[in-house]
């Protein structure tokens, strides 16, 4: 009798100690976001699939991720929504409406003159509806590659002007690298010209660390070489997140503080699984991994 109240009492110890399903359901997690570029084969680019639109949103949500980055903006709507719409729909299922990609690049004309007062009007329409669809930053994806450093200054030029606008309505511009940004102009590597020549109170830096890599360059390098510039950060791998071994990500979180880091956002381009396998996968190696914080938010 004895022997069974002292396992009685350790079995009401461990109990007491164990976490229950409702404290596991409180336990912190990662302010992660995921560019919905990722489910592009879920739901579209400009909502042809909108049957999954909401499902998908409640999928991501379900998995862990906070926010989302969107990358379907066209004639002021978001897959197919209006931006009220749209940022209810995000949160409806848990999530915050973080940031978008769309960009308006130059005509030729515009190119030659350096006056790019008719796209800025396409721009002013662009950052109302980013406005009443609650982003907290607009990010331009890319851009042409350039044959002089006259038509990439004026690139720099044009990008301050967007990113004045966007701070006079609340909201945060930046530019997102790909790997051509590191070729030379007149013996000038791209992207450092931009990042000299913009305006740090009008445009920050959305370092995409995998095209980085590609680009043969090294993501901490540059955010000691330009510290306080990349305020967000696109975590990519060649597939699911940490697969590949290519890419440094202990070392890129770890100086993710000299960098400016705000914000990162998940992004999944090529697939070795089903799209929601993969992209589940890229954030459970973030939210398992020691060196990535709860949160980079200021």
């Given at each position: 009798?004895?022997?069974?109240f002292?396992a009685l009492?350790?079995?009401a110890?461990v109990?007491?100690?164990a976490?229950?399903a409702a404290?596991?359901?409180?336990?912190?997690?990662?302010?992660i976001?995921?560019?919905?570029y990722?489910?592009?084969?879920?739901i579209?680019?400009?909502?042809?699939?909108?049957?999954d639109?909401?499902?998908?949103?409640?999928?991501?949500?379900?998995?862990?991720?906070?926010?989302?980055?969107?990358?379907?903006?066209?004639d002021?709507?978001?897959?197919?929504?209006?931006?009220?719409?749209?940022?209810?729909?995000?949160?409806?299922?848990?999530?915050?409406?973080?940031?978008?990609h769309?960009?308006?690049?130059?005509?030729?004309?515009?190119?030659?003159?350096g006056?790019?007062?008719?796209s800025?009007?396409?721009?002013?329409?662009c950052?109302?509806a980013?406005?009443?669809?609650?982003?907290?930053?607009?990010?331009?994806?890319?851009?042409?590659?350039?044959?002089?450093?006259?038509?990439?200054?004026v690139y720099?030029?044009?990008?301050n002007?967007?990113g004045k606008r966007?701070?006079e309505?609340?909201?945060?511009?930046?530019?997102?690298?790909h790997?051509?940004?590191?070729?030379?102009?007149?013996?000038?590597?791209?992207l450092e010209?931009m990042?000299?020549?913009?305006?740090?109170?009008?445009?920050?830096?959305?370092?995409d660390?995998?095209?980085?890599?590609i680009?043969?360059?090294?993501?901490?390098?540059?955010?000691h070489?330009y510290?306080?510039?990349f305020k967000?950060?696109?975590?990519?791998?060649?597939?699911?997140?940490?697969?590949?071994?290519?890419?440094?990500?202990?070392?890129?979180?770890?100086?993710?503080?000299?960098?400016?880091?705000?914000?990162?956002?998940?992004?999944?381009?090529?697939y070795?699984y089903?799209?929601?396998?993969s992209?589940?996968?890229?954030?459970?190696?973030?939210?398992?991994a020691?060196f990535?914080?709860a949160?980079?938010?200021k």
């Amino acid at each position: 009798m004895k022997t069974q109240f002292m396992a009685l009492g350790l079995l009401a110890c461990v109990a007491a100690f164990a976490p229950d399903a409702a404290s596991a359901k409180k336990a912190p997690k990662k302010d992660i976001a995921i560019q919905l570029y990722s489910v592009r084969d879920l739901i579209g680019s400009f909502g042809q699939n909108q049957h999954d639109y909401k499902k998908v949103l409640k999928d991501l949500a379900d998995m862990g991720y906070s926010s989302v980055e969107a990358a379907s903006y066209n004639d002021g709507k978001f897959y197919g929504q209006t931006p009220e719409q749209f940022k209810a729909d995000v949160e409806a299922v848990g999530m915050k409406v973080l940031s978008s990609h769309c960009t308006r690049n130059l005509s030729d004309e515009e190119l030659a003159s350096g006056d790019f007062s008719e796209s800025l009007k396409w721009w002013d329409e662009c950052i109302a509806a980013h406005k009443a669809a609650g982003m907290k930053y607009l990010v331009t994806p890319s851009m042409p590659f350039l044959k002089s450093l006259k038509e990439l200054q004026v690139y720099c030029d044009y990008f301050n002007e967007i990113g004045k606008r966007c701070r006079e309505n609340g909201i945060k511009y930046g530019y997102h690298n790909h790997a051509f940004e590191f070729q030379k102009i007149e013996d000038q590597v791209m992207l450092e010209y931009m990042i000299r020549h913009t305006d740090p109170e009008n445009v920050l830096f959305e370092m995409d660390v995998y095209w980085v890599v590609i680009g043969q360059n090294s993501p901490v390098d540059l955010f000691h070489k330009y510290p306080g510039r990349f305020k967000m950060l696109h975590i990519k791998d060649l597939r699911e997140i940490g697969q590949s071994g290519m890419v440094g990500f202990d070392a890129i979180f770890r100086n993710a503080d000299v960098a400016g880091v705000e914000q990162i956002v998940v992004e999944v381009e090529q697939y070795s699984y089903d799209v929601e396998k993969s992209v589940r996968m890229s954030l459970d190696y973030l939210m398992e991994a020691p060196f990535v914080k709860a949160s980079y938010s200021k």
